[in-house]
């Protein structure tokens, strides 16, 4: 289930090319604004049910299932069984709240990444794969990753005012509030109520997930590249045009933890019932969000959204 922890990311991409590309001929910004948000209506009940997960609302009960070696365990509601209800409850429209910010959030996303690509242009340099040139390699992967960062962190910094708005209209259905109803009406409520800084709540962790996960990524495939796959194989080109999108899987779990505290602090205090006790305590900073889920052990809830075991163990059950 790493994947379904990846989705939120944009920074890469399989081989071919990524929203990073935005800045090519006229015209291919406006395909990849449509690409991108065709993907985003079409993940987000997934991420809808993960953001519900993350909060800790679990409206269905947990129901008895046996593992691989055949012991019984406590099973939550994955992510089918839990986007049913969200079905019976709001109808199939419900499973797309909080999708216009989102698209707005995605879209915004996108023409920064274009736009500043444009304004700091990164210098092309000669590709290098033989280990006898490891130093200039090296040097290209770090300048690549620092612009490709540069980037990723002035689109999420442009972006994160509506990613908040569309995590609190989501979580909306925990409490059954309507608070938040309209981007305009939501943008002038946060405003009034919490000045600017309530536009970057959780931004701090966003940005220091997309930064490791930048790095940890391209250096990984990087030496995977240069070190494990030998020139003299006949499909080493190929394999290095997809380690670094395997990386990027690989890698998403372990930053998981940022992702998740960054989507509890959006959410945090602004007066809907997801975001207060007995959901989460009023957290100080996302430092002390960390320090709680540490402590409960929860740091990567919502990671896996098919096979949620509860946190019972299957020792209190009585074996047939």
């Known amino acids: 289930m790493a994947a379904m922890a990846a989705l939120p990311r944009a920074p ?11 800045a090519g001929p ?7 604004v449509l690409l991108g948000a065709g993907l985003a209506a079409a993940s987000h009940p997934l991420l809808y049910v993960k953001l519900l997960v993350q909060v800790g609302h679990e409206p269905l009960p947990p ?3 046996r593992n691989v070696l ?3 365990v406590l099973y939550l509601p994955g992510f089918f069984t839990y986007a049913r209800h969200i079905v019976e409850v709001d109808g199939k429209r419900g499973l797309f709240r909080g999708l216009t910010p989102r698209l707005i959030s995605s879209t915004l996303s996108t023409i920064t990444r274009g736009s500043v690509k444009k304004a700091f242009p990164l210098e092309d340099m000669e590709h290098v794969s033989n280990k ?5 390699s090296l040097r290209k992967v770090v300048r690549e990753t620092s612009h490709e960062m540069m980037m990723q962190c ?3 910094v442009v972006s994160h005012p509506l990613h908040v708005i569309s995590m609190r209209c989501m979580v909306q259905f925990v409490g059954r509030e309507v608070k938040y109803s309209g981007v305009f009406s939501a943008i002038g409520r946060i405003f009034k109520e919490e000045g600017i800084l309530g536009f970057f709540v959780g931004l ?6 997309d930064v490791i996960f930048l790095w940890c990524c391209n250096l990984l495939a990087h030496f995977i590249n240069t070190y494990a796959v030998d020139d003299n194989f006949s499909q080493a080109s190929v394999i290095r045009s997809y380690t670094k999108f395997v990386m990027g899987i690989a890698v998403s779990m372990l930053t998981y933890p940022f992702l998740l505290v960054g989507d509890l602090m959006a959410v945090n205090n602004c007066g809907l019932r997801a975001g207060l006790p007995p959901y989460a305590p009023v957290f100080a900073s996302w430092i002390h969000c960390w320090r709680h889920l540490s402590a409960q052990g929860q740091l990567f809830r919502g ?9 019972i163990p299957a020792a209190s059950f009585p074996i047939d």
């Open 303 to 311: 990671s896996s959204l098919l096979f949620r075991r509860a946190p």
């Open 63 to 65: 129901t008895i299932g």
């Open 26 to 32: 006229e015209g291919t910004e406006g395909l990849f």
């Open 12 to 22: 890469l991409s399989p081989p071919g090319g990524g929203a990073e590309d935005a």
């Open 154 to 156: 002035v689109s999420r």
């Open 70 to 72: 055949g012991r019984k």
């Open 204 to 209: 701090v962790p966003h940005i220091l997930g």
């Open 132 to 136: 006898d040139d490891m130093k200039t």
